[in-house]
Structures are given as structure tokens and as C-alpha cells.
């Protein structure tokens, strides 16, 4: 059972939808299964990623499949569910939903090693992800559950105001910003086939092997912040007083 002692769970969360949870959840394990032993766990009713597993080649790196979304998140800290994991699995990469009510949003935090947020470059994306965060760190208790949090931005288009924006907010945060990745169309050739973008012909010329190598590197030891995760709540607290959320609102907005 060493295995489970050492696999990592990784959980991609955000409560917007669209943001690009399951094609984060989705590449990042192609790209982890590579030369590790990967599954993948699909908490989303909505099933993207289990569709996607079903598109995918048999001859491309194995990826273990769990449709857990009938389970709550309880599920990945019972004995049931690691009897599901294939022994000596060195990642879980969970896919989730994005309405969650408080409850799994406190089993989300207890049970993930790692949590990763993709957010979008609009002014809605970043409210939204502001109050997941907020959750994430107050109701879910991040900091008293050892858990590393990294934000990515997602569907990035780098010359922009708007993604500028993203930028500083996300440094703001106190927050480890572990990724950003580029608008293309090479995700949604990818997911056609059940494919990670690491795994389309041509993959070093895209210019988004950096970026997903950035990633690996950092969930290599993802390192627990808790001085950082006690800031980010602060900072938090301060975004649910009213009149310091307004302002933000109308930072990004303008
Ligand atoms: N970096 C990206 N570049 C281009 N399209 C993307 C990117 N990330 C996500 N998408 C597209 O955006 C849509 C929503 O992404 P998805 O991963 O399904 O979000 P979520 O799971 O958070 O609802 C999908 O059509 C997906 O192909
Ligand atoms: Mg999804």
C-alpha cells in the first residue's frame, strides 16, 4: 500500500464554469501520465472528462478512469475509494463541478494534497474565483489542512488589458500563480481525440510546453504556504466587507 501513502491528490476547482477545469484536469494528466502511474477522477455530473477518456486512443499512456460523480467528495479520503486507485498511483487528478455546495467544499479541501484554480481573464471570472477562493481559505479551512493552492490563468491572451489585469490581481493574492496558458485552438483539437495538447504533433513548437513544464515542476513538491494562506484569508475578509469588495469590483471593471 505505499502507494497511497505517496500518491498526490490533485483537485482542479473553481466555481465558474467554463473556466477550463476539466481541460486542465484533462492535459495535466496526459501530460503526468507520460512517466507516472496517472487516474483520473470525474466528480462533474456534466462527465467532460469521462467523455474525454472514452475519445481517448488505447495506444496513448494509460490514464486510470473513476466516474466518481454520484460520490461527494467524502469519497476520496475512504478506504472504498483507494481500493479504486491501482496500486502505487503517484497522481489522482480529480475534475469537479462547478456548483459545490459547503460541505464539499470542506471535503474538497480535507482530502486534496493540492488544489488548482484556472481562472479566465474577464472581470466576472475573477469575482468568481475571489469568492471560491475566499471559501476555499475560510469555510473550507485550507490553511489547518495542509493544503497547496496554485491559481492559473487560463485562456490567456497575453497583449491584453484585460489579462494585465488578471496578472496583478493574481500576484496580489498571496497565492502562488504556478501557470498561465495561452488561448488556442490546439485544446479543443485535443479533446476531440481524447488527447492531451502535449500529445499533438508538433507539441515544443506550440510554445505552451514551457508553461505546462512550469506546472510539473512546481506539483513536483507543491509547497505548502500556511504564512501565504493566512495573508490570502486576511485579504479575503477584508474582499467580503462591502465596501472593500466594491472597490476591487470597481478596480477590475475599469
Ligand atoms: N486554454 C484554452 N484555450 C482555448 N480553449 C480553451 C482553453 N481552456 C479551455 N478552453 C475551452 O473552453 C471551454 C470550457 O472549458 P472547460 O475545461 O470545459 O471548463 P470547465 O470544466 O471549467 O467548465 C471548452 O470548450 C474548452 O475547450
Ligand atoms: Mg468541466
Known amino acids: 500500500m505505499d502507494g497511497i501513502v505517496t500518491m498526490q491528490r490533485i483537485i482542479v476547482s473553481n466555481a465558474k464554469g467554463g473556466s477550463g477545469k476539466s481541460t486542465i484536469a484533462t492535459n495535466l494528466a496526459s501530460h503526468l501520465a507520460r512517466n507516472k502511474k496517472v487516474s483520473l477522477f470525474d466528480y462533474d455530473p456534466q462527465g467532460s472528462s469521462m467523455h474525454w477518456l472514452r475519445l481517448r486512443d488505447k495506444e496513448r499512456s494509460l490514464i486510470h478512469s473513476v466516474a466518481a460523480h454520484r460520490k461527494s467528495m467524502n469519497a476520496v479520503a475512504t478506504e472504498a ?3 479504486r486507485v491501482p496500486a502505487n498511483t503517484d497522481h489522482v487528478i480529480c475534475d469537479t463541478p462547478a456548483a459545490m455546495n459547503k460541505q464539499d467544499l470542506a471535503q474538497l479541501v480535507q482530502n486534496a494534497d493540492v488544489i488548482l484554480i484556472p481562472v479566465c481573464p474577464s472581470p466576472i471570472d475573477i469575482h468568481v474565483a475571489t469568492r471560491f477562493i ?4 475560510i469555510i473550507g479551512k485550507a490553511r489547518a489542512h495542509n493544503v497547496s493552492i496554485g491559481v492559473i490563468a487560463n485562456r490567456v491572451r497575453t497583449n491584453t488589458i484585460m489579462y494585465k489585469k488578471l496578472v496583478q490581481f493574481l500576484k496580489s ?11 488556442t485552438q490546439h485544446y479543443h483539437r485535443a479533446a476531440e481525440v481524447g488527447a ?24 513536483d513538491d507543491a509547497p505548502v504556504a500556511p504564512e501565504l494562506l493566512a495573508r490570502a484569508s486576511a485579504q ?19
Open 134 to 137: 475566499g471559501d476555499l481559505l
Open 81 to 83: 475509494f483507494q481500493l
Open 196 to 219: 492531451g495538447v502535449n500529445e499533438l504533433p508538433g507539441f515544443s513548437r506550440f510554445r505552451d510546453d514551457t508553461q505546462w513544464e512550469a506546472l510539473v515542476r512546481w506539483l
Open 236 to 254: 479575503m475578509l477584508s474582499y467580503r466587507d462591502a465596501a472593500e469588495g466594491k472597490a476591487l469590483w470597481k478596480r477590475l471593471r475599469s
Open 173 to 183: 493574492l498571496s497565492i502562488p500563480f504556478v501557470a498561465a496558458f495561452r488561448d
